[in-house]
């Protein structure tokens, strides 16, 4: 599949001009709420006019009040099920397989890094509670699959906002269906991922002797890349990737316990 998602450009909606941004390599896909009113007091009121007034007065915002050079985001998904190109340029990016980089998500102190260099998209709304409607989640599952397949990212690594910085984005309700909609993506990509794995907790995974899979392999192949041999690159968390992961940790003053969790992975900019 390719990206089949429609979107309406930044030519369409009529936004000023800004650009050109630097490309980067996506990671994650990041899901935020714009925290506007609800339905029916929403402010595109669901209509096609409506999204795009929003797109504008959002790029009007975060230029005038934020000072960034164009709209935060990469794309905007409104309460009628209309996605809006955010920053110039990213359309064109993602069908590529890039991102361009953007504002929406800057790392805190332990938090994920790459939200900047990853799409992230704006969902019309408060979502503490409130509940997104059919139309907008339907628009939301097709944009995310269009991204995953596209820059050849996970269905796990779409993550919520406030695993990057300090914020309570995308509301607790949204928040909460990430799961849900990893595996709504999965499914419409023909993908077939444990449910475990798309728990919002990924980010906080432990490897130790035993594991293995993919996340093993890719350990091994960091520890490989910054000279601490972990022996065989196979998958299989044995004694060799312990010794490498201790000798790893030693490094850069870690506690030595052989088990690579989230803040050595974290310094192995595996998370
Ligand atoms: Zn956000």
Redesign the pocket.
Known sequence: MLFTAQVVTTDEWEAEPSGPFSRTVPRFV?I??TDNNNPPNDPSRGTIEGAKRLAKNIQIFHKRSRGWSDSGHNFLNTTGGFILEGRHGSLNAVKQGFCVLSA??LQDSLKLAGGNQSP?I?NEGNFMTFEMGQAQWNSLVELCASLCESCAISPKNIRG?REF?N?D??GDWLFKQLPRLRKAVADKLEMHIDLHELENNVAGQTLKVGSTGPEVIKLQKRLSERNFNPGPIDGLFGDGTRSAVILFQRSVGLEEDGIAGPQALRSLDLI
Request: net charge negative; glycine share 8%.
């Open positions: 990041v935020h709420h929406h998500a992230g704006e906002h910085s914020t984005c995308p």
